[in-house]
T-cell receptor, first 113, second 114 residues
Framework: AQSVTQPDIHITVSEGASLELRCNYS??????LFWYVQSPGQGLQLLLK??????LVQGIKGFEAELKRSQSSFNLRKPSVHWSDAAEYFC???????????FGTGTRLLVSP | GAGVSQTPSNKVTEKGKYVELRCDPI?????LYWYRQSLGQGPEFLIY????????DSGLPNDRFFAVRPEGSVSTLKIQRTERGDSAVYLC????????????FGEGSRLTVL
């Protein structure tokens, strides 16, 4: 069965600083991988997804993620954080065939001035 | 509408009561999902519909939970004899044709059982 671990419950980053949110997955092969963002009172919004091909994936709002198969990781990065990026970020994994997604417990990003 | 619509946005009920939560997916989306998100947790899978049938209901916690999608569009999640532990945000998502499309989520229905 697939599983996802997001080891950081919350992270505080200064505005303008770089960001990396960690995600580790467990699956027998390379699964489909996703990052979603959830702002207060909002639904989950897809930031980016990996299905196949280039292991560096570009998403919306300046985010990117890199799949490292040797580490079973799919970390989310952004070179310069904006105050509006403060939100909860979820990593998710889906098996090819795409029946359902399994989500991590999330990382809450706080942005300090 | 353009997005996934969920009603009610908030529901407060008493322990032991029956509750229905409704999801109206994006028009034309064949796949529909229900997830539950408890405070401080990630979304937890409940059930997945492909068309009218439940393709995977392995996430339903017990037989008090039931979901239907009779015409392959709107879905209703039904919870009988609610318990305080059922308090959570219930999320609905839909997906279009194919196996690589993203899930589009609604804003959720927050259920509070007193």
């Amino acid at each position: 069965a697939q599983s996802v671990t997001q080891p950081d419950i919350h992270i505080t980053v200064s505005e303008g600083a770089s960001l990396e949110l960690r995600c580790n997955y467990s699956y027998g092969a390379t699964p489909y991988l996703f990052w979603y963002v959830q702002s207060p009172g909002q639904g989950l919004q897809l930031l980016l997804k990996y299905f196949s091909g280039d292991t560096l994936v570009q998403g919306i709002k300046g985010f990117e993620a890199e799949l490292k198969r040797s580490q079973s990781s799919f970390n989310l990065r952004k070179p310069s954080v904006h105050w509006s990026d403060a939100a909860e970020y979820f990593c998710a994994v889906g098996a090819p065939g795409f029946q359902k997604l399994v989500f991590g417990t999330g990382t809450r990003l706080l942005v300090s001035p | 509408g353009a997005g996934v619509s969920q009603t009610p946005s908030n529901k407060v009920t008493e322990k032991g009561k029956y509750v229905e939560l409704r999801c109206d997916p994006i028009s034309g989306h064949t796949a529909l999902y229900w997830y539950r998100q408890s405070l401080g947790q990630g979304p937890e899978f409940l059930i997945y519909f492909q068309g009218t049938g439940a393709a995977d209901d392995s996430g339903l916690p017990n037989d008090r939970f039931f979901a239907v999608r009779p015409e392959g569009s709107v879905s209703t999640l039904k919870i009988q004899r609610t318990e305080r532990g059922d308090s959570a945000v219930y999320l609905c998502a839909s997906r279009g044709q194919g196996n690589t499309g993203e899930l589009f989520f609604g804003e959720g229905s927050r259920l509070t059982v007193l």
